[in-house]
């Protein structure tokens, strides 16, 4: 459950009180029985370990495995042979050098 910080109008007391997201917010100071403001804060939410950051995306460090590299290896093989193809220049039939 969240932590709620709330201020009394009347007395300044500072509270902070453990409640439920669909709790409606206090009203009343249970100190004084003053008018109560509920305060924006900030959160003590912080994300801890591995796995937070661009240089800790997963997949980083995995071990590639035969099947894996196979693949690879294949996929490289076919981008080369369809770069040949297109790098090829196209022969003039001899209609298109007597023009």
Aim: contains cysteine.
């Amino acid at each position: 459950m969240p932590i709620y910080e709330y201020k009394c109008e009347k007395c300044r007391k500072h509270h902070e009180i453990m409640q439920k997201i669909t709790e409606k917010p206090l009203t009343i100071c249970p100190s004084c029985g003053g008018a109560m403001k509920k305060l924006i804060s900030n959160t003590s939410f912080v994300l801890k370990g591995s796995g937070w950051y661009v240089t800790d995306y997963a997949g980083k460090g995995k071990k590639e495995t035969k099947e894996t590299a196979g693949k690879k290896e294949k996929a490289e093989h076919t981008a080369k042979k369809e770069s040949k193809k297109e790098s090829r220049p196209e022969k003039k039939s001899s209609a298109d050098t007597a023009k």
